[in-house]
């Protein structure tokens, strides 16, 4: 060999050593952790530059992700949803104007609405028809949801045509209960079954849209939510309330050719499902994703159609449920995680766009206080997913050398709090940040 390339041989032998003692700290990270020993974890990083898998520890295990599942949904939009989201299909006939949902969340939503259906109802001459929901298989929970949670923010029912973000939002001004929609505030009524209340609550019946409030003095600057019981029927009291003009339900045929109504830029919804972990948000994005590919809400089978066309590509099997993350019953690894993350940025190659889709560490949604930015500057661009026993993290990250990796931290059975392991996972990705 002579001393050229002998010169060559020796820095490429440096460089992969260096690099192989870096990665070697960060298993010895793993492996030494004392709040890891006591849970099931899963962990995969790829270095996107080499086009290489680093190192992983139980990466092909699989694990429930909770909310780690709003990536899937966030490619499933990508690939069935254009830059703007379906807000209604219509048609008009005579003097008449006809109107189907098409799973769009946004409308009169509290933070989403962009006011083009209200006022393309409102200001339309013609005697309004909604074409209520065909019976169909789409459930108003998805498969292991918990029936328990019915009346808790984050799991409003799904529906074709959301209003008001499907929730009741509750406030006060001057220690006096607000309302809105409105139209819930004749249907609340005392708890009688507590004697001596510690603190203001209300909790909704499970059949029936009737809110119970007990004796307690509702505090200042008061706001909670709870999902209210869907019918075509309410939807179209809703509505008409809203619009302060008759609204009538019908059942129609839909026509093979129908006008659309487009609401918000799809990469804003996305933002905010992906920031907020907004589990309603997610649901209705796979709605919307079915409506656009089949013409239905056929969700069970655009996972199926999903896996078929991509995941099976996967070096390991998944298996998902819903859009969200609140079923138990989906399990993935972390492998899978990152190829998905990495099919994405695919999808999305100018950085600026794709960082725009996850929360900045230290910065923004559900990282805002998980990490430090270093210098001002975030270096962690993630999604999380939390629910009892479960923290996960899966993500982009930028090293202070320069690297761009790609990451997931899956952890599952763990006792108590999930903070102690989500500082864990912030440690040691902050790790690799100083010392890869």
Known sequence: MNKFLFSIFVLFFSVYYAKSQDIGLVQRELERSPILKNHFFGFSLYDIEQNQFLMGLNEDKHFTPASNTKVFTLFTALKNIGDSVPAIHYIERGDSL??????????????????????????????LFYVGNVPTEESFYRNGWAMEDYDEYYQPEITGFPIYGNVVTFGSIRNRLTVSPVYFQFRIATDETIAEPIRFRIHRKLD???FLINRARIPNNYVHQKPFKYTDELFVKLLQDTLKKPVELIQHPKPLHVDTLFSVATRDILREMMLDSDNFLAEQLMMVSAMNRYGEFNTAQLRKDMKTSYYTYFMDKIDLYDGSGL?????????????????????IPEIVELRYLFAAGGVEGTLKTTYRPDGGSPFVWAKTGTIKSVYCQSGYIQTRGGRNLVFSFLNNNFLGSATPVRKEVARIMTFIRENY
Do not use: C
Request: charged share 25%.
């Open 98 to 127: 006809l109107f189907w949902g098409t799973g769009d969340p946004t409308f009169l939503h509290p933070k989403l609405d962009s006011g083009k259906v209200y006022n393309f109802l409102l200001q339309t001459d013609k005697k």
């Open 208 to 210: 029936e849209n009737t």
């Open 327 to 347: 079923s138990p019953y989906n399990k993935v690894t972390a492998r899978s995680l990152v190829e998905l993350l990495l099919m994405i940025k695919q999808e």
